[in-house]
Nanobody, 123 residues
Framework: VQLQACGGGLVQVGGSLRLSCAAS????????MGWFRQAPGKEREFVAA????????YYADAVKGRFTISRDNGKNTVYLQMNSLKPEDTAVYYC?????????????????WGQGTQVTVSS
């Protein structure tokens, strides 16, 4: 499956953005999905994950209550709604797909990655 993330941009503190991740090649409903991010000089970190049928979601503590992951399998797309953005949310955001049977934050279990979209939060 090929993944294409978009929707990043420059936003002020407290603002919102919605990222999208469109899949091609295979139906997205085969995969549990995740969002990760990587800030300059830091390792890529987990943000959120969602099961193939949207029945389960999982969030990093840093984004819980502010970010919402969702999916539309009919559109082969996964979303990340980001509210109340903070400067520390600035990073390149990546979507990823896993064939693991669990909803997971383990980066090593994700098989397919999109190219990333830049999110910059200015103070």
């Amino acid at each position: 499956v090929q993944l294409q993330a978009c929707g990043g941009g420059l936003v002020q503190v407290g603002g919102s953005l919605r990222l999208s991740c469109a899949a091609s090649g295979r139906t997205l409903s085969r995969y549990n999905m995740g969002w990760f991010r990587q800030a300059p000089g830091k390792e890529r970190e987990f943000v959120a994950a969602i099961s193939w049928n949207a029945g389960r979601t999982y969030y990093a503590d840093a984004v819980k209550g502010r970010f919402t992951i969702s999916r539309d399998n009919g559109k082969n797309t996964v979303y990340l709604q980001m509210n109340s953005l903070k400067p520390e949310d600035t990073a390149v955001y990546y979507c990823a797909a896993t064939t693991a049977v669990v909803v997971t934050a383990d980066i090593n279990l994700y098989d397919h990655w999109g190219q990333g979209t830049q999110v910059t939060v200015s103070s």
